[in-house]
């Protein structure tokens, strides 16, 4: 059982190439999102899906999309990569709906990006 | 709007004191609330959570936190820390069906 994982780990891009991460789950939870880190902000929620097909922005959704075609995957696409888009960004993941286990999110390995 | 605060950037405590980590946060209905460590060049991982029933909630490493909900508060409490629980700590509050906000993190640091 592999949980979330994230690919890649590292990644170097230069301001407005456009890259993909990807992140699955095989848990079968309905509830993904992304988030990203960055010193003294904490955890920042960039867009969040809660079943197949069906996605909502968060807090910071400039410059990311994300699109949700099978239950399992949940890639966040930067179209032009900004330096301010540098940081760490983690998947994460959960059964989603109001149970004793919903919510409890899974967190994938992170994704360290570096926007020259 | 949903939003999560940590007044506390920094912590520092000696080891073997006690511990309170405070969170207030903002959220329109029935509140599920998180609280989660991550240590230095780690991963996240869930402390404890509130979902419904009794207030005080207990959670792994010793840790335990209380919701009060005329406060808007889930602060996350250790009687006695060791130098291990140096880590930044982050409160989170979501809903059923609904997305998870993070506070902006406490980051604790033991004095030996």
């Known amino acids: 059982n592999a949980g979330v994982t994230q690919t890649p780990k590292f990644q170097v891009l230069k301001t407005g190439q456009s890259m993909t991460l990807q992140c699955a789950q095989d848990?079968?939870?309905?509830?993904m999102s992304w988030y990203r880190q960055d010193p003294g902000m904490g955890l920042r929620l960039i867009h969040y899906?809660?079943?197949?097909?069906?996605?909502d922005q968060g807090e910071v959704p400039n410059g990311y999309n994300v699109s949700r075609s099978t239950t399992e995957d949940f890639p966040l696409r930067l179209l032009s990569a900004a330096p301010s888009q540098t940081s760490v960004y983690f998947c994460?993941?959960?059964?989603?709906?109001?149970?004793?286990?919903?919510?409890?999110?899974?967190f994938g390995a992170g994704s360290r990006l570096t926007v020259l | 709007a949903q939003s999560v605060t940590q007044p506390d950037i920094h912590i520092t405590v000696s080891e073997g004191a006690s511990l309170e980590l405070r969170c207030n946060y903002s959220?329109?209905?029935?509140?599920?609330l998180f609280w989660y460590v991550q240590s230095p060049g780690q991963g996240l991982q869930l402390l404890l959570k509130?979902?419904?029933?009794?207030?005080l909630v207990q959670g792994i490493k010793g840790f335990e936190a209380e919701f009060k909900r005329s406060q808007s508060s889930f602060n996350l409490r250790k009687p006695s820390v060791h130098w291990s629980d140096a880590a930044e700590y982050f409160c989170?509050?979501?809903?059923?069906?609904?997305?998870?906000?993070f506070g902006k993190g406490t980051r604790l640091h033991i004095l030996p």
């Open positions: 994460a993941s959960s059964y989603g709906r109001g149970n004793s286990g919903a919510n409890v999110l899974t």
């Open positions: 848990m079968n939870h309905e509830y």
């Open positions: 899906s809660v079943g197949a097909g069906i996605t």
């Open positions: 959220y329109g209905a029935t509140p599920y």
């Open positions: 509130y979902f419904s029933g009794d207030t």
């Open positions: 989170a509050v979501g809903g059923r069906d609904d997305k998870i906000i």
